[in-house]
């Protein structure tokens, strides 16, 4: 049971969605994904993936959305839409544990792009900081990744990207988990065990 595996040998999809933001007439639509795996503790390079999804070009943005949205609106109008984009995407979030930073907005995404799929356990990187690193004056992913130390290797992967791209975003989450599992006494620590804490 996958559940059991420690999360050091298991393979733990992460990712991140960024979104148009709600507006009056207007539900919150994604319009980038980005994705990473953990494998064996550490982040795997080479399983980057990011995509944009389809908003339509008419549909009006919160202007207090974060993001470099407002350069890519032409991109992002011909892009494909998530049903689209599901087969390329759906052994990574329908065969390994998932993880993100505050999991509602990725957990609600993932639930519209394919409603009657089952999705594996999840692992919140923000409740998980929330609880090791007690006391810290922000939890958001930004924050901790300077706290950490983490900020200059997560723009080593991620060259010429920056906070609120959901491969940023998704390669940060990772480190994160990374470096918790690289802290004293969290070697057997399981995915279950993550996934509630």
């Given at each position: 049971?996958?559940?059991?595996k ?12 960024e ?11 994604p ?46 109008a ?7 984009l599901?087969?390329k ?109």
């Amino acid at each position: 049971m996958r559940e059991m595996k420690k999360a050091f040998d298991a393979e733990v999809t992460v990712l991140d969605y960024e979104s148009t933001g709600a507006l009056s007439g207007y539900a919150n639509e994604p319009w980038q994904i980005g994705m990473v795996s953990l494998k064996a503790g550490k982040v795997e390079v080479v399983s980057m993936f990011e995509s944009l999804l389809r908003v339509d070009a008419n549909r009006p943005f919160n202007p207090h959305a974060p993001g470099r949205h407002g350069m890519l609106r032409e991109e992002i109008a011909q892009a494909p839409t998530p049903q689209e984009l599901w087969p390329k995407v759906m052994h990574r979030l329908t065969e390994y544990p998932l993880c993100a930073h505050n999991v509602a907005t990725e957990k609600k995404f993932i639930r519209a792009m394919a409603p009657m799929h089952q999705f594996g356990v999840w692992i919140d990187t923000l409740r998980i900081a929330r609880k090791v690193w007690p006391g810290c004056s922000s939890y958001a992913l930004g924050d901790l990744m300077v706290l950490l130390n983490l900020k200059c290797r997560v723009e080593v992967l991620c060259s010429g990207r920056e906070a609120h791209d959901a491969l940023y975003d998704a390669v940060a989450s990772a480190m994160l988990l990374e470096h918790l599992l690289e802290q004293p006494g969290w070697g057997n620590v399981t995915v279950g065990e993550l996934a509630t804490m």
